[in-house]
């Protein structure tokens, strides 16, 4: 089963009638519906067919996690994109205050691999980025792991898709936490 995110708003439109800025996540897991229409439904089922996604590659949605970057997961053949957070690329480099470089890629990638651990994961799908990954809500238990990262300074607020996770940001920012320690 996926795991629920409250009352949070989808980013598309209705599946059933189109309708922009109405869409809203159940507050039970798994579900979501429409204030305009009232449409109504499972979860797995809106993956399938607003986001193209297979039974198969749907159900995936929650398992162990190969960690692929600071704000990229794949669960089954499904690769995710955390929703609403930017993590330094894998392979970038970054300056520390004495102006040398670190990998502070690798660093947020081992961090949210160290914080998983091997652990189940549950996804919410909210959209298809432009290179066709799943963008999702993900949590190891309850806890949101978008607002793990940013809190620890391992990604930044990705302020285009949502204002969610700013002023986490701007704590660890002034904290001098994580890629903000130099």
Known sequence: ALHQVTASEWAGP?????????FRMWPDPGRYWCRGCGAKGDLIQFARDYLGLSLRDAAELAGHPVIVGGDIIKIGKT???LYGIDAPESLQLCK???GGAYRCGQESTIALAEHIDG???S??????????RTVAVCFLGAEDL????VARGWAVAYRRHGPE???QEEEE???????WSC
């Open 14 to 22: 209705c599946p059933a009638c189109g309708g922009r800025d109405r």
């Open 79 to 81: 690769q995710l994109r």
């Open 96 to 98: 520390n205050a004495d």
């Open 119 to 121: 652990n189940l994961v």
């Open 123 to 132: 996804c919410q799908p909210r959209d298809l980025d432009r290179y066709g």
């Open 146 to 149: 978008g607002d793990w990262m």
């Open 165 to 167: 996770y700013v002023p």
């Open 173 to 179: 920012r002034a904290a001098g936490l994580g890629i």
